[in-house]
Each structure stands twice: as C-alpha cells, then as structure tokens.
C-alpha cells in the first residue's frame, strides 16, 4: 500500500472524529481498497489530486460502501469537477470541500 501524505492523515483523523475507523478495506470487483474513513453511518473519501482518474476512483471506492452516507472531500477549487463525476459514478454521493470535514 502506498504511504499516505501527513497532511492527508491529517484529514483523516479530522474526518474520522472520537469513533470513526481509517483506511478501512472495501471489496471493488475481485480486489480490495481501502476507504479513508467510515463511520456508523458514513463513508468519507479523501482526494486532494486534481486528476479526474483519481476522482472517479475515489467515488467508485464510495459506491461499493455499503454506508448510507457516502461523502467525497475535495479541493474548493476541484468542487465541479468532482461533482460532475461523482453524479455519473452514483447519485448519493455528496461532495465537500476538505475545510468541512470537522463539521460533519
């Protein structure tokens, strides 16, 4: 598994609160990935890159939850784009900016 960023687990422990769990594995087809966070109900997605590829395979990481809650935090700057994809991916995904995570 590839190391995370400090800033990223940084966000992670944010996301995650008092009770949340990280980097938690979800089946995607025959492989497992991990999830950034989940909590009782929701499942949170981490994606700081700009890059669509990584966009869509973050909301595909969210789809196979089976959370009923299922948030994607991105960039402010990035907040279209990811929307546009994560609608095309699955309609119950919410996409945030990354300052959110704390209020959630």
Not at 25 to 31: A, D, E, L, T, W
Not at 59 to 82: D, G, M, Q, T, Y
Not at 88 to 93: F, G, R
């Amino acid at each position: 598994m590839k190391r995370r960023s400090r800033i990223h687990r940084v966000y992670q422990r944010k996301a995650a609160g008092k009770y949340g769990k990280i980097e938690v594995p979800v089946k995607i087809g025959k492989r497992y990935r991990k999830l950034d966070v989940v909590r009782r109900t929701k499942a949170i997605e981490i994606e700081r890159s700009k890059d669509s590829k990584r966009i869509l395979l973050a909301c595909k990481r969210l789809r196979a939850s089976r959370k009923k809650h299922k948030i994607l935090a991105v960039p402010r700057s990035n907040i279209p784009e990811a929307s546009r994809i994560a609608q095309k991916v699955c309609k119950k995904i919410k996409v945030v900016p990354l300052k959110k995570l704390d209020n959630l």
